[in-house]
């Protein structure tokens, strides 16, 4: 069974510093990866997706992601990060792209930013 | 991308009675799935409901529990029947428009709370 595992459960950033979400996957084959976002009291926002290709993917918002097959990991990063930016963000995994089935999430990374 | 709204936003309900949440679209849409996320938890998929057919259960997940509708392209209910205080959560649906490596798009969430 596939599963997502986000070893941080909060991170705390300073206004205008760099940004690593951690991201580990379990998946039989190459798998469709994603990060969303969840700002309070909001649904779901779509980051950034890997299918295949170049394994380094941009998202909106300044945000990307390096897949790494050797590591079974997909890491979102961000080179300065903004006081909007404090949200949940969510790592997933699925076995297409979203269209057919359901997805597999991480149990999310709180992102705090201090001023 | 699609636009989905839920209705209602939220709703605080009693023990032992049903809540049918709505989900609409403004764009017809091949799939259309719905998730738990309990308080400070990850997204679970309940179940994928096409039109025209039964919804998919996924493991933990029954129809007398959670029977959903998908009457046409663009519309689809969930209902919460029976409640208990561990059913409070947000319930989201999400969208495909077409094809495996379609993206999914998420509603704003139904907060129900359960006393």
């Known amino acids: 069974a596939q599963s997502v595992t986000q070893p941080d459960i909060h991170i705390t950033v300073s206004e205008g510093a760099s940004l690593e979400l951690r991201c580990n996957y379990s998946?039989?084959?190459?798998?469709?990866l994603f990060w969303y976002v969840q700002s309070p009291g909001q649904g779901l926002q779509l980051l950034l997706k890997?299918?295949?290709?170049?394994?380094l993917v941009q998202g909106i918002k300044g945000f990307e992601a390096e897949f790494k097959r050797s590591q079974s990991s997909f890491n979102l990063r961000k080179p300065s990060v903004h006081w909007s930016d404090a949200a949940e963000y969510f790592c997933?995994?699925?076995?297409?792209?979203?269209?057919?089935?359901?997805?597999?999430f991480g149990k999310g990374t709180h992102l705090i930013i201090q001023p | 991308s699609a636009v989905i709204s839920q209705k209602p936003s939220r709703d605080i309900c009693q023990r032992g009675t049903s809540l049918t949440i709505q989900c609409q679209v403004d764009?017809?849409?091949?799939?259309m799935f719905w998730y738990r996320q309990q308080p400070g938890q990850s997204l679970t998929l309940i179940a994928t409901?096409?039109?025209?057919?039964?919804?998919?259960?996924e493991s933990g997940f029954v129809i007398d529990k959670f029977p959903i509708s998908r009457p046409n392209l663009t519309f689809s209910t969930l209902t919460v029947s029976n409640m208990s205080p561990e059913d409070s959560s947000i319930y989201l649906c999400?969208?495909?428009?077409?094809?495996?490596?379609?993206?999914?798009?998420f509603g704003p969430g139904t907060r129900l709370t359960v006393l």
């Open positions: 999400s969208v495909a428009t077409s094809g495996r490596t379609d993206t999914q798009y």
């Open positions: 998946y039989g084959a190459t798998p469709y």
């Open positions: 890997y299918f295949s290709g170049d394994t």
């Open positions: 997933a995994v699925g076995n297409s792209g979203g269209g057919a089935d359901g997805l597999t």
């Open positions: 764009s017809q849409v091949t799939m």
């Open positions: 409901a096409n039109q025209g057919s039964e919804a998919t259960y």
